[in-house]
């Protein structure tokens, strides 16, 4: 809505700054009115979640100047090429539902050692067909403290072991004239105990001290601490850390050099909104967000996922829409489907909070499918998980950097007609290896000694057996388990979303038990599925036949089926199909007439799909193409039956 006196507050801020900032002033350019447009639309957003925020606080108004600033400051130093990217997606819309986009996470340092090696690699994902690329964090963080990069130091240095800022900068500007696409991390939630803000509280610095929920004395630590759960029992219980050089309780949630930021006090808002907009000015495609859930804390609570957490991300989108408008928004909230809808905003804000979430239920549950060939469970999440605003999108996944969770509802293991403790303990031994009969060779992570809860680790490959395969020499299981990889990786491919691939998994990499060997790294076991890359075991990809060139060639071909067909863009056109077999899940993607179902079997043996199945939306198909394995199906008689071998796919486009 409107408002005259915000309007009139913007334009004496321009006014004060047109010394400083004279673009804003002048309005000659396109560029300018079309800024001057957005921040007249979105400032009443911006006043109000602001306020909304920090009313009371003492000093509001005078943070509430900075925000403005800082948002002028970051659109006066974006450069003519950025701004000129911005206009070029604003004119496709929501440029990021695209299905021309695909994506790989890595490490930098494990896949290649450094930026300028990494530049050197850009062929490579060229040649598979990924144009997007998220590299795990690379700003400085201490050498044995870093929690995989999380516990930045400085949030705008390049840490050495990757190389340098200008490198980043080199890398960036080639991957956008070859049309590529550049993700990265902030951790907005906390810093490292040797960041300046956290040295500078060490010292008694009272205006640092407020960063962070500092306390003298316990009780006030004991409070949060009864209804605050434990991220990392294990190895981190607890969610407090005293801090001898200041004799004072810092909270620590994550690790104890991990100090929480505190977000009631606007100051840190406003800079880490100055960071937010200098990683936009990198030529950041997609920001993501770490940990979003917890920045925000309150007595009596979880301190997870409260309304002023989601305040501040619907803030933060605002401000970045106006200030630097190409860059879209990753919130990184591994949290139930329910929960995890509100990250992409409600009410008034829906589609306005976070552009992209991860979609770990969906996820998790093709996991369960696997292990348990029923897709009952995956079906049940589904009514959930459709719910996802249009215009927003999903990161599709089968593994990434982190473990897999089975934290989905109880009461989508019961309609799937199991016991939800008896079902977690069959998948935690299943995947582990322990469970009779079983293929996959993984670990359990972060086991919770009180409720034996447990969560996974492991390769994508090693968890559909292809370590215990070539292990045993098995060429059957081996075969099967490239099936697995491909049937897992397709349904994440042409579900909807962006798909991204977790490095190493484009050519089936088992477990790397390398890092256990190194002290900073032997007490996480999910390094196991963070490999250090062997590029002479990637020249494998051109060697035919090779486990590598099996599974790299069916990633390509995946990677092109999906481009080659709008249909699999995300706006919002799934429809799921009703699980005839319980081993076989299937859904149709239709988009301006073009209609293709996506079959897939989860069972071990033959499993066979009613033709009626085809015949429930409204249409009734003669023909189905088949562009994975280039057959042509004839629909029979509803009592005639498509057969499945054991894990096959089928992307079956409609006459």
């Known amino acids: 809505m409107y408002n005259y006196q915000i309007h009139q507050e913007i334009d004496s801020i321009l006014e004060q700054h047109k010394a400083i900032y004279p673009l804003f002033v002048s309005s000659q350019t396109e560029n300018e009115d079309t800024f001057y447009a957005r921040m007249m639309a979105n400032m009443s957003d911006i006043h109000q979640l602001y306020f909304g925020l920090y009313q009371t606080h003492s000093q509001a108004k005078e943070n509430f100047q900075k925000l403005i600033e800082g948002i002028l400051k970051a659109n006066h130093q974006r450069n003519t090429s950025l701004k000129s990217r911005d206009l070029k997606k604003a004119k496709q819309g929501n440029w990021f539902l695209s299905n021309q986009i695909v994506g790989m996470s890595l490490y930098v340092d494990r896949f290649c050692g450094d930026l300028k090696n990494l530049e050197e690699k850009l062929p490579y994902f060229q040649k598979l067909g990924v144009n997007f690329l998220h590299l795990m964090p690379l700003f400085e963080s201490p050498k044995n403290e870093s929690d995989g990069g999380y516990a930045v130091s400085d949030f705008k240095k390049v840490d050495a072991r990757f190389g340098t800022l200008e490198d980043l900068q080199n890398l960036q500007q080639n991957m956008a004239k070859s049309e590529m696409y550049l993700m990265l991390d902030i951790v907005l939630n906390h810093t490292s105990h040797l960041h300046q803000w956290a040295m500078k ?15 003298e004395q316990r009780h006030i630590p004991e409070q949060f601490e009864q209804s605050m759960p434990e991220v990392f029992p294990d190895v981190a219980p607890g969610n407090f850390t005293y801090v001898e050089e200041c004799q004072k309780w810092v909270m620590s949630v994550f690790h104890n050099y991990q100090w929480d930021l505190n977000y009631s006090n606007p100051a840190v808002l406003v800079e880490m909104l100055d960071i937010v907009y200098f990683y936009a000015n990198l030529g950041v495609d997609i920001l993501r967000i770490d940990a979003p859930a917890f920045i925000w804390k309150e007595l009596g609570t979880t301190c997870q996922n409260l ?3 989601h305040q501040i991300l619907r803030l933060i ?4 829409a106006l200030a630097t408008p190409g860059m879209a928004i990753l919130g990184e ?9 509100k990250y992409f905003g409600t009410d008034g804000f829906e589609a306005q909070e976070c552009d992209f979430a991860y979609n770990a239920t969906q996820m998790a549950v093709q996991w369960d499918a696997l292990a348990t060939g029923d897709v009952h469970v995956m079906m049940a999440a589904q009514q959930d998980l459709l719910k996802k605003p249009l215009g927003t999108s999903w990161i599709t996944y089968t593994r990434c950097h982190d473990d897999i969770g089975l934290g989905y509802e109880n009461w989508m293991i019961e309609e799937a007609g199991f016991t939800p403790y008896l079902h977690r303990r069959f998948l935690m031994q299943y995947y582990s290896g322990t469970f009779q009969g079983s293929t996959a060779t993984g670990e359990l992570f972060s086991v919770n000694p009180k409720t034996q809860d447990a969560r996974i680790s492991g390769t994508l490959a090693s968890l559909c057996g292809l370590e215990k395969a070539i292990k045993n020499k098995d060429i059957t299981e081996i075969d099967l388990a490239i099936q697995k990889i491909i049937l897992m990786q397709a349904h994440s491919f042409f579900l909807g979303g962006v798909p991204m691939l977790f490095y190493g998994d484009e050519l089936g990499y088992t477990n790397d038990y390398s890092y256990l060997k190194d002290d900073a790294k032997s007490y996480d076991n999910r390094w196991l599925h963070r490999p250090v890359i062997d590029w002479e075991k990637n020249k494998k990809v051109d060697t035919q036949g090779t486990i590598e060139n ?9 990677i092109a089926l999906r481009k080659k067909l709008p249909v699999f863009a995300d706006h919002k056109n799934i429809t799921w199909m009703y699980p005839h077999n319980a081993h076989v899940a299937g859904f149709l993607r239709e988009l301006e007439g073009k209609k293709v179902f996506v079959v897939l079997n989860y069972s071990n043996s033959i499993s066979r799909l009613t033709w009626y199945a085809f015949k429930e939306f409204g ?14 199906y004839k629909i029979g008689e509803d009592y005639e039956y498509l057969s499945f071998a054991p894990y096959q796919v089928m992307i079956l486009e409609s006459d």
Do not use: N
């Open 333 to 341: 909230a591994i949290v139930a489907p329910q929960e995890i809808m």
């Open 307 to 309: 309304p002023e957490a």
């Open 619 to 632: 249409f009734e198909p003669t023909l189905l193409f088949d562009h994975w394995k280039g057959e042509q």
């Open 317 to 320: 989108r605002q401000c970045v």
């Open 201 to 215: 509280a060490k010292a008694g610095d009272k205006k640092y001290q407020d960063y962070f929920y500092m306390y």
């Open 550 to 558: 099996r599974i790299f060639k069916a990633t390509q071909s995946l």
